[in-house]
């Protein structure tokens, strides 16, 4: 009887033994976050301390580094053609970059937990990916929009969450392949790249203009360029100089500051980095500091100052627009020609009334 009972007091501490080891299994679980792999999601902990600083200034700069691991590429169930191509090539990206390659799940399979364990990149349409929607709103990233952005993932501020989003196919392509440019990925220390689509002829062109810190610098852009007709890609063109900070230098002169200095009515200010190639705002030496650029009208005279942000110097004066404008056909009326250049010149003549400037319109001015 006494062994029987010492079997009994034996077989319920290895009970509540197991129990308490078990809960604390499991709490240590849940507070590890989680890697995903190709067949399940399972534990690690990799260098959290110094990650989590990270998030607090992040840049596309951290593609691929931020996604190395736990990492789900998201795009619509209905997603097109296009779009999973797209994914298939930043999945490929990675997996060439990291040696690591990403889950790939459509928008109705990601889970809960998959939101806030892992890090996400979203991509396509708010019309075709509901994740994407949830996350940036219906209208993102606006009409004839595409747009990159890598943000803290808003399930989880210690994950990130990487953005490839246009307002049709073409423009995601787009961005796919800037982000799996490597070499212009490493150029851009912005947190968001904003591309606007514009029909030129038989082209759809998705246009970059650089900025730092709010500043336009002058010349330095990214294009690509795509059939209108076939949505084939065509080319790409990239002007930037490598010789910029990342960030402005502090400066003394306000936007309002630079507008109070002159005379007459103000019509815009702008803050730009001024090109050393730069063919209206011809300063030599060219200046190294961002500066203002005030047009104003004085006595009906239209007047491009050109003001050092920085020491709040007037450096000189740009070339303005023209006052009025002057639009033709011709030469002259030469048997077949008759009429051939009619619609050209009136085309001139109603944009340059829109942009303002009077506009002369003459038919065979030669006569």
């Not at 961002?290 to 709040?312: E, F, H, L, M, Q």
Request: glycine share 6%; net charge neutral; hydrophobic share 35%.
């Amino acid at each position: 009887m006494y062994e029987k009972f010492n079997w009994l007091k034996m077989w319920i501490s290895l009970s509540i033994s197991f129990i308490f080891f078990s809960q604390l299994a499991s709490s240590r679980q849940i507070q590890n976050l989680p890697v995903a792999t190709n067949d399940s999601i399972t534990t690690g902990n990799k260098s959290q301390e110094g990650r989590a600083s990270k998030m607090n200034s992040l840049s596309l700069k951290d593609y691929p580094k931020l996604f190395d691991e736990n990492v789900i590429i998201v795009v619509g169930k209905n997603a097109t053609e296009v779009e999973n191509e797209s994914a298939t090539m930043i999945k490929e990206n990675l997996k060439e970059l990291t040696g690591n390659e990403p889950i790939s799940k459509n928008d109705i399979e990601l889970s809960e937990l998959d939101k806030k364990v892992c890090n996400l990149i979203l991509i396509g349409t708010p019309t075709t990916n509901t994740v994407l929607q949830q996350v940036c709103g219906k209208e993102y990233p606006g009409e004839k929009k595409a747009v990159l952005e890598i943000s803290k993932n808003p399930w989880n501020c210690d994950r990130a969450l990487l953005t490839v989003a246009a307002s049709d196919e073409c423009g995601v392509k787009t961005m796919s392949k800037i982000l799996t440019d490597s070499k212009k990925i490493r150029r851009l220390s912005d947190k968001i790249i904003r591309f606007k689509e514009l029909e030129i002829g038989d082209k759809i062109v998705y246009f970059h203009q650089r900025m730092i810190d709010g500043a336009i610098v002058e010349k330095d852009y990214i294009t690509y360029q795509f059939d209108k007709s076939t949505r084939a890609f065509l080319e790409k063109k990239t002007h930037w100089r490598a010789d910029l900070p990342e960030y402005l230098p502090p400066m003394m002169i306000t936007k309002e500051q630079a507008g109070s200095i002159l005379k007459g009515r103000v019509q815009f200010i702008k803050l730009y980095i001024i090109s050393p190639e730069s063919d209206v705002f011809p300063i030599k030496p060219t200046p190294q500091n961002p500066c203002w650029v005030v047009r104003s009208i004085d006595n009906n005279k239209i007047i491009v100052t050109i003001i050092d942000a920085v020491n709040g110097k007037t450096l000189g004066y740009g070339i303005p627009p023209p006052y009025t404008a002057f639009s033709l056909s011709g030469p002259t009326d030469i048997g077949n020609c008759t009429g051939a250049w009619d619609a050209w010149y009136k085309n001139a003549e109603t944009w340059f009334n829109k942009m303002g400037y009077s506009t002369e319109a003459v038919k065979y001015p030669a006569d």
